[in-house]
T-cell receptor, first 111, second 112 residues
C-alpha cells in the first residue's frame, strides 16, 4: 500500500538554527513528490515538485532533495515567518490521479 | 490561492441538513479535486474531475456527491450531514494528471 510518513510531527527552532524535515514514502512507482506549506486557516501553498532521485530544488531558505525512499526539506537560517505546517505528498505511477499526503510537520521558529 | 475560490469560508450545519460547497476557478484547468483535512490526518481525496462532465470517486466519497457541468465550477454536495463530516474542505486544480495541484483557501464545516 502506498504510504507517506513525515517526521518529526513538530519542531521548534531558534531563529537561525538550520534543520531538516523528513518525508519517507512507499509507492509502487513514484510519479512525483510535492512539498507544500500551510499556514493556520489557509490552504496548502505549493513549494516544490521533485520527480526523480537526486533531484534538488531551492527557494530562498528552503531546499528540497529526493532519494528513492525519502525526501528532505532543509531549512537554512530560518526566520519566524517560516513557521507553518509543511506537507509532503506523493503521486504514484499506479494509474490513479490522487496525491497521498503525509500528516505534516508543524514548524515553529522562535525569534 | 492560485485562482481558486471557495465559498462559504465557514458553516455550521445541523445533523441531517444538506448543503453545497462551492469551488470556482479562473485558470481554465481541466483537473479539479475535493479533499478533506481532519486534525492529525493527511488530506484525503473525496472526488475528482478530469474535465467538464467527468467525475470519479477518490478515497472517501461516501456521503458526498459532485457534478462538473462547466470547466470553472466543481461543487461538492452533502445530502445528509453527519458529525463525521466535520472537517476542513479544500478544492484543488491542476493542468494535468501529473501536474502540481494548487489549492483554494478552504471551507470549514462543523456538523452538530
Amino acid at each position: 500500500e502506498d504510504q507517506v510518513t513525515q517526521s518529526p510531527e513538530a519542531l521548534r527552532l531558534q531563529e537561525g538554527e538550520s534543520s531538516s524535515l523528513n518525508c519517507s514514502y512507499t509507492v509502487s512507482g513514484l510519479r512525483g513528490l510535492f512539498w507544500y506549506r500551510q499556514d493556520p486557516g489557509k490552504g496548502p501553498e505549493f513549494l516544490f515538485t521533485l520527480y526523480s532521485a537526486g533531484e534538488e530544488k531551492e527557494k530562498e531558505r528552503l531546499k528540497a532533495t529526493l532519494t528513492k525512499k525519502e525526501s528532505f526539506l532543509h531549512i537554512t537560517a530560518p526566520k519566524p515567518e517560516d513557521s507553518a505546517t509543511y506537507l509532503c505528498a506523493v503521486q504514484s505511477t499506479s494509474g490513479t490521479y490522487k496525491y497521498i499526503f503525509g500528516t505534516g510537520t508543524r514548524l515553529k521558529v522562535l525569534a | 490561492n492560485a485562482g481558486v475560490t471557495q465559498t462559504p469560508k465557514f458553516r455550521i450545519l445541523k445533523i441531517g441538513q444538506s448543503m453545497t460547497l462551492q469551488c470556482a476557478q479562473d485558470m481554465n484547468h481541466n483537473y479539479m479535486y475535493w479533499y478533506r483535512q481532519d486534525p492529525g490526518m493527511g488530506l484525503k481525496l473525496i472526488y475528482y474531475s478530469v474535465g467538464a462532465g467527468i467525475t470519479d470517486k477518490g478515497e472517501v466519497p461516501n456521503g458526498y456527491n459532485v457534478s462538473r457541468s462547466t470547466t470553472e465550477d466543481f461543487p461538492l454536495r452533502l445530502e445528509l450531514a453527519a458529525p463525521s463530516q466535520t472537517s476542513v474542505y479544500f478544492c484543488a486544480i491542476a493542468t494535468g494528471a501529473r501536474e502540481t495541484q494548487y489549492f483554494g483557501p478552504g471551507t470549514r464545516l462543523l456538523v452538530l
